[in-house]
């Protein structure tokens, strides 16, 4: 099966229960399950085309205003838990580099990193995220591991290009590190979704049943990540 347009990617999957159209900056994906055959799928594609195709423009449209990992460092805003906040980065004798944030974000790197200053700025701003997110994740999971008895074994903060979590067979939780820049509701809803995989470990009407039970207001949040998200992970791509 070609493809039809250079943005097109055509993909077969075993786990796929049902044709599904995924599109984000540059791409449109046609997910098709393995017993699919491929005039049935070309329909499925052809019937929602428009619809793919005009998303598509909306996106690309949306990254292209996006700053890139290399002008963060000169970024007057960035978001913190939900609202934007000042990024301030000084350069400061020695090899220190120290991250805190409060009411901005304060970020001091040596003198002279010429190019290199957007990345290291960024990277920096990572490590200390991943840091602060692995705490607060753990408060929030154990705040619900009350409630409902579903523990993790442990708690993974992770650069994610496509998810916002996941929960392993072995019941360990991934959590993207972006969440800590969405609102505090919206990781609060990841955080919540995963540990119910580890009692329902696909999205059967028992999963959403179960979620509802512990996050009632869950759409709302599911809602604003598919708002949102394409954008945020376009913006801090490392």
């Known amino acids: 099966m070609k493809p039809v347009t250079s943005s097109l990617k055509i993909r077969r999957s075993v786990k796929a229960k049902r044709l599904r ?10 997910v098709i399950p393995c017993e699919t055959g491929e005039a049935q799928a070309m329909a499925f594609l052809d019937k929602h085309r428009a619809w793919a195709e005009g998303k598509l423009l909306e996106l690309n449209d949306r990254a292209s205003r996006i700053p890139s990992v290399r002008s963060f460092a000169s970024s007057a805003t960035l978001p913190w838990r939900g609202r934007e906040i000042p990024l301030l980065i000084r350069e400061e004798q020695g090899l220190k580099i120290r991250v805190s944030v409060g009411e901005a974000v304060h970020i001091a790197l040596p003198q002279g990193l010429g190019d290199s200053r957007d990345e290291v700025a960024l990277r920096a701003f990572y490590a200390w995220v991943r840091r602060w ?7 929030l999971a154990e705040r619900y591991a009350l409630r409902t008895s579903l523990r993790p074994r442990e708690i993974r903060i992770k650069r994610m290009k496509t998810r916002w979590g996941s929960c392993g067979p072995s019941n360990d939780i991934n959590i993207n590190w972006l969440l800590a820049l969405a609102p505090e509701s919206v990781l609060e809803y990841v955080v919540v979704h995963e540990l119910c995989h580890i009692a329902e470990r ?3 009407p028992a999963f959403w049943s179960l979620l509802a ?3 009632p207001n869950y759409a709302e949040e599911r809602r604003w990540l598919k708002t949102h998200g394409t954008e945020l992970m376009a913006r801090f791509h490392l």
Do not use: F
């Open 213 to 215: 039970r512990h996050l």
């Open 21 to 30: 159209l995924a599109v984000k900056p540059g791409l449109i994906e046609l």
């Open 133 to 139: 997110l692995r705490t607060h994740v753990a408060l």
């Open 202 to 204: 696909n999205h059967s």
